[in-house]
């Protein structure tokens, strides 16, 4: 795709990545896995490159195994897609979400992130809109990398809408039976040996759910066969993937 925006004149980059991305449709063509994300049927998902046995990736849209649990969660057990409008914070937006969340005429949509390219820069421990601004907030591994995450909560609980919902997503190896962190772990080796990541902070357990609840929200912690059943958990390459949705009564 890069290669199109770069060589392509401007004008033809719409029709050129439709294209590009009906062949690879048709190229990894197969009935064994579905992407729920681009509605591909294809014949296998291709390892991440840097994580090969752990995280698997569609190899047309290319998601990964956390993007098709949490687009199957939007679409299954949501009112995401219902026709009545909403308005939604995306923070550190995914864009494999960001391009479909955008085209969506119900949806009232705002991407934020502190760093990277989005509408607005935000930081979450001190969001600048007036409380209930918002219906829907997706935040999907962004917690692990706030040092005040519990700020960073209580500001997502207040900006949401009385009936709102968050959708977290985090980091969640099965061993970890509760949150570990260290605010005095600042080496990036030793974070990524203890938490995963050079650039995280903490690793959660289920706890996480407590932790959203110790803010105001009615927290659940869903697992990808909570959420589909077992033939769909494995043909939607999710298997092991666990979300939070947390609602604002
Ligand atoms: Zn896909």
Redesign the pocket.
């Known amino acids: 795709m890069g290669v199109i925006r770069k060589y392509m004149p401007a004008g033809l980059h719409p029709v050129c990545l439709k294209t590009l991305y009906m062949l690879k449709k048709l190229c990894y063509f197969g009935l064994s896995c579905y992407?729920?994300?681009?509605?591909?049927w294809?014949r296998a998902w291709k390892p991440h490159p840097l994580v090969p046995e752990s995280v698997i990736c569609?190899?047309?849209?290319?998601?990964l195994d956390r993007h098709?649990l949490g687009w199957a969660f939007l679409c299954i057990r949501t009112d995401m897609f219902d026709a009545w409008p909403k308005s939604v914070l995306h923070v550190a937006p995914e864009p494999?979400f960001e391009t479909r969340l955008r085209r969506v005429q119900t949806l009232d949509y705002l991407s934020a992130d502190l760093e990277r390219p989005a509408m607005v820069a935000m930081d979450i421990r001190d969001i600048k809109y007036p409380e209930n601004s918002f219906d829907v907030i997706l935040c999907c591994h962004v917690l692990e990398h706030v040092p005040e995450d519990r700020k960073a909560m209580s500001e997502l609980y207040r900006v949401l809408r009385p009936g709102g919902w968050l959708l977290v997503q985090v980091p969640q190896p099965p061993a970890i039976s509760h949150t570990i962190e260290d605010a005095s772990v600042t080496d990036p080796d030793e974070r990524y040996r203890l938490f995963g990541w050079p650039t995280h902070v903490r690793i959660y357990g289920p706890d996480l759910k407590e932790r959203l609840e110790s803010v105001g929200f009615k927290a659940s912690r869903l697992s990808a066969k909570d959420i589909l059943d077992d033939k769909e958990t494995i043909r939607q390459g999710v298997k092991g993937q666990v979300l939070f949705h947390a609602v604002k009564a």
Not at 35 to 40: G, L, Q, T
Not at 58 to 63: E, F, G, L, N, T
């Open positions: 992407c729920p994300v681009c509605r591909s294809i569609c190899p047309v849209c290319h998601c098709r494999e």
